[in-house]
């Protein structure tokens, strides 16, 4: 039997952008010919699974028959949600249609993460769906690139027939405690869950029988136009406002893993984002959108509605002017080199891989000491994009504005 498919696109997917400034949920933002939610489906296109369920709301209803319409996807099934209730009755509601058999195994994705190597992460199910019963539960973990208090984590110890147990669940901790848990082989918690129905069940059944209730009801009286169904509204919101770690996993006694050392991210901030196009800048770049200063050049990799991906390389002994802007702030990764970075009345030294953030008006300037070229992966966003928008304070190349 086939695995079932279902996708998570109820997320407002906002801490991208300022409360003033929210663009489009980041599972629909186009990245340069290609949105999160768009992978998800090209994911899930694979022979191993059956058609995919989705898991929404109604306002993001049209982008998603869209994107179903793009990647040539004509069989699914689209469940919406009245109301935000957290993944615990999202999940569940999701597998209580009855077009899933009792016994088969059900994947459960977010809409908005990224997997690079889906290769690997096919071979990945193939290897263990075998080992899923009406009893167990698999979990994915990510082996961590590096440490970060974005994510969660778990550790694990070694079970029977090469299969993994979780031994502990650890929350987005700070950085300095995430160095000590992959010191000890811990795992980014990816978010994603892999379990049969008829398992999934008897765990609502008997952990969270509010939800189930709620959710069976909301099934049972929803509104179905073709192969959309409205959960009914009176029932759903009184569903249990949880997640699925909170009413699911923290009460089950063994969880097992899955264990992926493929490239993975949420892209749930501008950090991420310009990893992520510093891995993939190959694929951006063009000749034509390279533009040459004093202090070295730029590179346009790529501009999305409300943010502009660059690539600044600052020359030895490189010093760009003193600055500010009106419209937009900036996030930037160093690749390569070290950076003497003016920001206010402050000077922070930055090395590869560190970060920094340049609100907007506020005066900064970059330097390089350094005996290598500088380069900076550069994330802009705001209103106005543009050179214009540079007021100028000190430079030694006489481009005072």
């Given at each position: 039997m086939k695995i079932r498919p279902v996708i998570l696109c109820g997320g407002a997917g906002t801490r991208l952008w300022s409360s003033s400034n929210k663009i489009l949920p980041k599972q629909f933002i186009d990245f340069g010919g290609w949105n999160l939610f768009r992978r998800s489906l090209e994911r899930i296109k694979n022979p191993i699974f059956d058609y995919p369920i989705i898991s929404t709301n109604l306002k993001y209803l049209k982008d998603i028959k869209k994107n179903l319409k793009i990647c040539k996807i004509k069989k699914f099934v689209i469940i919406l949600e009245p109301d935000k209730r957290n993944t615990a009755p999202a999940i569940l509601s999701s597998v209580l249609i009855n077009k899933i058999p009792d016994r088969q195994s059900v994947m459960f994705f977010a809409a908005d993460h990224l997997i690079e190597r889906n290769d690997l992460f096919i071979k990945s199910i193939i290897k263990k769906k075998d080992y899923?019963?009406?009893?167990?539960?698999?979990?994915?973990?990510?082996?961590?690139t590096a440490p970060s208090s974005d994510y969660g984590y778990f550790t694990?110890?070694?079970?029977?027939?090469?299969?993994?147990?979780?031994?502990?669940?650890?929350?987005?901790?700070?950085?300095?405690?995430?160095?000590?848990?992959?010191?000890?082989?811990?795992?980014?918690?990816?978010?994603?869950?892999?379990?049969?129905?008829?398992?999934?069940?008897?765990?609502?059944?008997?952990?969270?029988?509010?939800?189930?209730?709620?959710?069976?009801?909301?099934i049972l009286k929803s509104k179905k136009n073709n192969n959309v169904y409205t959960l009914n509204k009176f029932f759903y919101s009184r569903?249990?406002?949880?997640?699925?770690?909170?009413?699911?996993?923290?009460?089950?006694?063994?969880?097992?893993?899955?264990?992926?050392?493929?490239?993975?991210?949420?892209?749930?901030?501008?950090?991420?984002?310009?990893?992520?196009?510093?891995?993939?800048?190959?694929?951006?770049?063009?000749?034509?959108?390279?533009?040459?200063?004093?202090?070295?050049?730029?590179t346009n990799l790529f501009r999305g509605k409300g943010f502009l991906i660059k690539e600044l390389k600052v020359k030895i002994n490189g010093l760009l002017s003193l600055q500010k802007h009106h419209h937009r702030s900036e996030h930037w990764l160093i690749t390569q080199g070290v950076a003497k970075i003016t920001l206010g009345k402050k000077i922070f030294i930055k090395r590869k891989n560190d970060t920094i953030f340049i609100p907007l008006g506020s005066v900064h300037r970059i330097e390089n000491t350094h005996k290598l070229p500088l380069k900076i992966i550069e994330a802009q966003v705001g209103s106005i994009l543009k050179e214009s928008d540079i007021v100028r304070f000190e430079d030694i190349y006489g481009r005072i504005n």
């Open positions: 899923l019963n009406n009893e167990n539960i698999f979990i994915f973990g990510v082996k961590p694990t110890k070694k079970s029977e027939k090469k299969i993994f147990e979780v031994s502990k669940f650890i929350e987005k901790p700070s950085e300095k405690k995430a160095k000590l848990i992959i010191k000890n082989k811990g795992y980014w918690n990816a978010g994603m869950i892999f379990i049969r129905k008829d398992s999934l069940i008897s765990k609502y059944k008997k952990l969270q029988p509010i939800i189930y209730k709620n959710c069976l009801n909301a569903t249990t406002n949880k997640s699925f770690d909170y009413a699911i996993l923290e009460k089950t006694k063994k969880i097992n893993a899955i264990k992926l050392n493929i490239p993975w991210s949420d892209l749930g901030s501008w950090k991420e984002i310009c990893q992520m196009y510093n891995r993939n800048k190959n694929k951006y770049f063009k000749k034509k959108n390279i533009f040459y200063r004093p202090w070295g050049s730029y």
